[in-house]
């Protein structure tokens, strides 16, 4: 019998899936946080971490965190640079994947998150941070967010992290995780890889603002195991990250 799960541990799970062993990742915080410590626990022992504050870790901070500056992500890391040491890596392509997220994004996967008129009036977002680096540089991209027709725009209101455009030598937006589905975007067009147990084509349809392909026979997103719920409820015991006021599946 597969556990109960919430749909963002399913998130997590997808996200460390996509982490190879001996990668160099660009880890960022919530779910990619817990994504990297759970490839680390299984198939990815040898993946390397980064952190925007220049952190360098070759395991999991050993207890939970809320910000990347948090004693336990400093304790026992490889190395405690700054944020210019990590951004060069990125500049030299020494960084094989990088995860972000956005407020919005477009069937080319280009992210906004610096300011919006979705909602009628004008919202300022918090911006770039290292995210147009790390979509500009890394060696491929995998992009989390919640999947809602407002974040889904046939036209971002502003890119602030590029995703396919012409003339594009290296990198992009490779993989999409939401909250409905897991989807590929290595081609520059938006296609369903699997949607999440439960959900169906017409409701990924009607929550993307933009045409989707999903195969008649797509496959439902592989559960999480005892043992992967087991490793992230260990790093999040309070779900601050994971919990989800969704009915688990």
Not at 165 to 178: D, E, H, V, Y
Not at 211 to 218: C, L, M, S
Request: hydrophobic fraction near 40%; charged fraction near 20%.
């Amino acid at each position: 019998m597969t556990p109960a799960y919430t749909r963002r541990e399913l998130m997590v799970v997808a996200a460390a899936r996509e982490i190879r062993d001996h990668e160099v990742v660009f880890v960022g915080m919530r779910l990619p946080l817990l994504g990297f410590g759970l490839a680390k626990a299984t198939h990815a022992p040898n993946a390397v971490g980064l952190f925007e504050n220049g952190v360098i870790r070759d395991r999991p901070a050993e207890a939970f965190i809320y910000t990347m500056g948090d004693p336990p992500n400093i304790a026992g890391a490889l190395a405690c640079l700054g944020l210019i040491d990590v951004m060069s890596l990125l500049q030299q392509g020494r960084v094989d994947v990088g995860f972000i997220g956005g407020a919005e994004i477009d069937p080319l996967g280009n992210l906004n998150t610096t300011r919006t008129s979705g909602s009628g009036s004008l919202v300022r977002l918090p911006g770039s941070g290292g995210a147009g680096d790390i979509a500009s540089l890394a060696g491929r991209t995998v992009l989390i967010m919640e999947h809602e027709p407002r974040r889904f725009r046939e036209r971002v209101d502003y890119i602030t992290s590029p995703g396919h455009f012409p003339g594009r030598r290296r990198g992009g937006p490779a993989t999409l995780i939401t909250t409905l589905g897991v989807f590929d975007l290595s081609t520059g067009r938006v296609g369903a890889t699997s949607l999440h147990p439960g959900v169906t084509a017409q409701q990924v349809r009607a929550a993307t603002g933009f045409p989707i392909t999903i195969d008649d026979q797509v496959a439902a997103t592989t559960a999480p195991s005892a043992d992967e719920l087991a490793y992230i409820r260990g790093a999040d015991p309070q779900g601050f990250w994971t919990g989800d006021t969704m009915k688990p599946r």
